[in-house]
């Protein structure tokens, strides 16, 4: 089955899109695989057409990707990222995610389709009028809908076989186990937010080595002067480089996830209100000296069981859908999809 760029459009401002529905819950992780290049399906042989850039095949039937909106996908990828993460590694990365979330919506949409999943009607018609809505009439979708071979039926089964696909996703998610008292206060305590201060050196992942000395020495010479009571938030300002150097590098409250993993492993490891951690930290901007302001308080315990549950249960689903690909093929165009998957 080939998906229509138009549908995609049509549905994008309602979440039913093929590619969307992949996303919602399905990040798919790093399950079991059953191909020796770390991917949980298959890998057929290589496309010959040019303008295929994946073809997934099960059975449930197959999906075509063409290489058109496949390349349109991936450039918007790329369009997230700073300049200094576009590399061959972060490419490899969106792509072979790009062909996972695929293969996992083809899946998906079988199994669904396969197991008659339940689709309440009057919601259909309510997203289908939403759609109508967007067009001055009736006729003008019409037409859009013409112009890539559709109906306004075709449509209403579009939207149909995506709601039937959302429910089934709803019903792997139902099957998470709910997190226990002591889970819950452990996991209060590792996402709790903290405060601190912070001094950044420059010397970047591509800074020559005479640099990366030169900051690490700085680096090591103001942590010392810190421990010897100079004033920090003085220390920051005058030799910051960054962004916060004129608030005395103070950062806020911030959890561990809204930091670079160097940067949140040696702030959280800070114990009380005003230690120094004892080395210059490196991250991809350069090295940082890091005072802790606040430490703490645990998140409550009413949103941490919130926010468990709402991981859980897209783990549920994304374990689910590891599994489904495990019997579904992808043949990619090693041209149009850099992803790694054939052996050079």
Do not use: W
């Not at 490419?91 to 293969?103: E, G, T, Y």
């Not at 259909?124 to 809908?145: C, D, F, M, S, T």
């Amino acid at each position: 089955m080939r998906i229509s760029p138009l549908f995609n459009r049509l549905v994008h401002c309602l979440g039913l899109s093929v590619a969307a529905l992949a996303l919602v819950l399905t990040g798919c992780g790093s399950g079991g695989s059953s191909s020796s290049n770390g991917v949980p399906y298959q890998v057929g042989d290589p496309l010959s057409d040019s303008t295929l850039a994946v073809v997934v095949s099960s059975q449930y039937g197959s999906d075509t990707l063409t290489a058109r909106q496949y390349q349109r996908r991936s450039k918007m990828q790329m369009q997230r990222l700073s300049p200094n993460q576009r590399n061959s590694d972060t490419l490899q990365s969106i792509h072979r995610d790009l062909v996972r979330r695929f293969a996992g919506g083809h899946m998906l949409r079988g199994k669904a389709q396969a197991e008659d999943v339940a689709v309440d009607s009057a919601q259909v018609n309510r997203r289908l009028q939403q759609i109508k809505q967007r067009y001055q009439n009736q006729a003008q979708l019409k037409k859009q809908l013409a112009q890539n071979n559709m109906t306004m039926d075709s449509l209403r089964s579009y939207i149909a076989e995506q709601l039937q696909t959302q429910a089934l996703q709803q019903q792997m998610a139902d099957n998470a186990e709910e997190p226990t008292s002591s889970e819950v206060e452990s996991y209060s305590q590792e996402n709790r937010r903290i405060r601190a201060q912070h001094i950044l050196l420059r010397a970047g992942q591509n800074a020559p080595q005479s640099k990366v000395d030169s900051a690490r020495q700085a680096a090591t010479a103001l942590i010392d002067s810190a421990q010897a009571g100079a004033d920090f938030g003085a220390l920051a300002r005058r030799h910051s480089e960054g962004p916060s150097a004129s608030e005395g590098g103070d950062l806020g409250f911030f959890t561990k996830d809204q930091m670079v993993d160097s940067f949140s492993k040696a702030a959280f490891a800070l114990a009380d209100s005003g230690d120094i951690a004892s080395e210059p930290v490196r991250t991809r901007y350069g090295f940082h000296v890091i005072r802790l302001t606040n430490a703490g308080e645990p998140m409550d315990t009413s949103k941490a069981r919130q926010q468990m549950m709402q991981e859980r249960r897209k783990q549920a689903v994304d374990t689910e859908v590891e599994k489904l690909m495990q019997d579904a093929t992808v043949r990619v165009h090693p041209d149009v999809v850099q992803a790694g998957l054939y052996e050079e």
